[in-house]
């Protein structure tokens, strides 16, 4: 007897134990309760990639609180009952079969992989594809790269229904079904029926007696967003960055995917006297990039080429240095490619899911071209001594470049040539 009336205080303190264990959504998402639908996606990506399970650093645990946060939030019914009942609100609701719970994996498919499924028997709109240029040093470094565009939104003076008093109505002409037919009679007895769009709503069905001052009942605007790309170290040149559901908007469809191009910009060297112009005045403008390596051309005088004894000090991408050198009487001739591991780009990894590991370089080469340039011109007392050395040494050991090309002996042979 007292088991059973303490049953309903022990039951309290079990759930009230449990609701305390479960994390608040908004903390898990690092998110404001203020946020809005772009704040949700955004920390959705960032933070699922950050704890997906594939990573070596990944978390599994968190990145299934991630997906469930995201997805109870994302809705607007169930953020509703999260944001009044808590986590007990959320499940009676699911006891009586209000949200379905969706594979987190599969969100994650339509984040990064495009793959998001279609509601059966719901309009979507037309993909919108956009390119976004940034210089190779975001590619190197990695950023987030804000970027505005202009696209057709929902109009918020009508919510979307076009009408100023929120009335709208069934169409006389086609009874809401946005279609006439008409018959036309092609011979006496013979008729043929033609299907159109009503001309009285358009097509729409429905008819607004007084339209919306700022859309004129179109029921959108168009108007510019904020939105920022996440630009990974080492993603390629043209790859889509994609943001789910952001492309026009319509209330008569679900909106289709932005995808935005990432691109290089093309380099220039900063000019100025700015803080953000001199942090980007380096070798970097003078960097190419094919893969995940990079190309650099450094140009050697003659002394240098031939007698050694020089220091180059590269400031690479992201400001560190990278040194070049040689010892003295080490020589590099004109055209000599030089491979330098690991300073190459970032080996990138789709969605930085599947890491490199121990046994795998992170970034690629970077290749040096050694480039020998000549002096045109020289004061005759330096030609004068020049002349002198050059003749004494190629007696003794000069070569005969013509018998080193290979190519077929004259009738008059010469003498060795050069040094």
């Known amino acids: 007897m007292l088991l059973s009336s303490l049953f309903p205080l022990l039951l309290t303190l079990l759930t009230l134990a449990l609701a305390a264990t479960q994390q608040d959504f908004y903390k898990i998402l690092q998110l404001e309760k203020s946020c809005n639908d772009r704040d949700l996606k955004r920390a959705y990506r960032t933070l699922s990639k950050k704890y997906h399970p594939d990573k070596s650093s990944g978390d599994e645990q968190k990145f299934l609180e991630v997906a469930e946060a995201y997805e109870t939030l994302s809705d607007p019914t169930t953020r509703k009952i999260y944001d009044q009942y808590g986590h007990d ?80 109505e069934t169409c006389s002409r086609c009874n809401g079904r946005g279609i006439v037919i008409q018959k036309h009679m092609l011979a006496p007895g013979m008729f043929q029926q033609i299907q159109s769009h009503c ?33 990974e170290p080492g993603m390629p040149r043209g790859h889509r960055v994609i943001f789910e559901n952001e492309a026009d908007e319509h209330p008569d469809y679900v909106a289709g995917n932005l995808n935005v191009v990432i691109d290089e910009l093309q380099p220039k060297i900063e000019t100025g006297d700015s803080d953000e112009a001199r942090k980007h005045r380096n070798d970097g403008a003078f960097f190419r990039r094919k893969g995940p390596d990079l190309y650099w051309k450094e140009v050697l005088s003659l002394r240098e080429a031939w007698m050694g004894g020089w220091t180059r000090n590269l400031t690479h991408l992201d400001g560190h240095i990278v040194p070049l050198s040689r010892q003295r009487s080490e020589v590099v001739q004109p055209g000599h490619i ?78 060795k040539d050069e040094l």
């Open 89 to 168: 609100g959320l499940a009676n609701h699911k006891r009586t079969g209000g949200q379905q719970q969706h594979n987190p994996f599969d969100l994650f498919s339509q984040f990064f992989g495009g793959g998001g499924r279609q509601q059966q028997g719901v309009r979507r709109g037309h993909d919108m594809e956009v390119k976004l240029s940034v210089p190779l040093r975001d590619f190197y470094t990695g950023r987030e790269v804000p970027f505005s565009l202009e696209k057709q939104q929902i109009c918020d003076t009508c919510s979307g229904s076009g009408s100023a008093d929120g009335h709208v």
């Open 338 to 415: 030089e491979a330098v591991q690991g300073e190459g780009m970032p080996i990138w990894h789709d969605g930085h899911v599947h890491e490199h590991d121990e046994h795998h370089a992170s970034h690629g080469k970077l290749y040096v071209e050694y480039v020998v340039v000549l002096p045109d011109q020289m004061e005759a007392g330096m030609e004068k001594d020049f002349w002198a050395l050059w003749e004494k040494w190629r007696k003794k050991i000069g070569v005969d470049l013509l018998k080193d090309s290979g190519r077929p002996e004259v009738a008059a042979q010469h003498a």
């Open 199 to 231: 001309d009285v709503c358009g097509g729409q069905g429905k008819t607004i007696k007084r339209p919306c001052k700022t859309c004129n009942g179109s029921k959108v605007v168009r108007k510019p967003i904020d939105l920022v790309a996440d630009i």
